[in-house]
């Protein structure tokens, strides 16, 4: 094992809870209360197109695709202005890693602009060797082409990485990558059938410390 494969929204920072504030704030504009439950149950995990997509469908809300897409990102500016934290554990595993030899990876559904600045506010983009934003792929996350890319700008074989998750497709992108995944579950566990497809389950990016040590490190 020779790199980890990060996923960014929800697995190594925080933002999950910040898009349900979005749409939260998004929806209350329009007389529509919006709930935790229903945010994990139908949006979590999901590109923020087919989020919009959703959102326009289920509240029959004015918007053009586009129109709701370039409010989501102002409302989630203001958000992201406010400090967005790390997962718990991200500075070890990323400290880890790097005291280790082995590489680490980003490979995410954000764009360029959006992930950069988080990751360098918190001073860790140096941890990483290779990134892959949503500038860089055709397909989306079920596909596993932004892990396939991941593995190349590596240069890597696939069963020499392991990828890190925290969604259902997350994990089905990493599965038909055929590249070992971890779950880390955050707003919304996956279904058991997704779980099936993961090397283990994980509380925390810490714990994969633990993992590594017990598994792959040598």
Request: hydrophobic share 45%.
């Amino acid at each position: 094992m020779k790199a980890i494969i990060f996923d960014f929204d929800g697995l190594l920072v925080d933002t999950e809870i910040i898009s349900f504030k979005v749409y939260q704030k998004l929806l209350a504009d329009y007389g529509f209360s919006f709930s935790k439950e229903e945010y994990a149950k139908h949006y979590s995990g999901k590109t923020e197109a087919a989020n919009v997509a959703r959102l326009i469908d289920t509240y029959h809300l004015p918007w053009t695709q586009q129109e709701g897409f370039n409010q989501v990102v102002e409302i989630e500016k203001r958000f992201i202005a406010e400090g967005v934290e790390l997962k718990q554990g991200a500075n070890q595993l990323l400290t880890y890693l790097k005291n280790k030899g082995l590489k680490a990876a980003l490979a995410t559904s954000s764009t360029k602009d959006r992930a950069m600045d988080i990751l360098q506010k918190h001073e860790i983009h140096q941890f990483f060797d290779a990134f892959v934003f949503s500038e860089d792929v055709q397909r989306s996350k079920p596909d596993p082409e932004v892990f396939l890319k991941a593995c190349e700008k590596l240069d890597i074989a696939h069963d020499e990485a392991i990828v890190l998750e925290d969604s259902e497709n997350g994990i089905l992108a990493a599965w038909q990558a055929q590249i070992p995944v971890i779950c880390i579950p955050d707003m919304k566990k996956p279904a058991q059938s997704f779980l099936d497809k993961t090397l283990a389950a994980a509380n925390t990016l810490e714990d994969v410390i633990d993992y590594l040590e017990n598994m792959w490190i040598e």
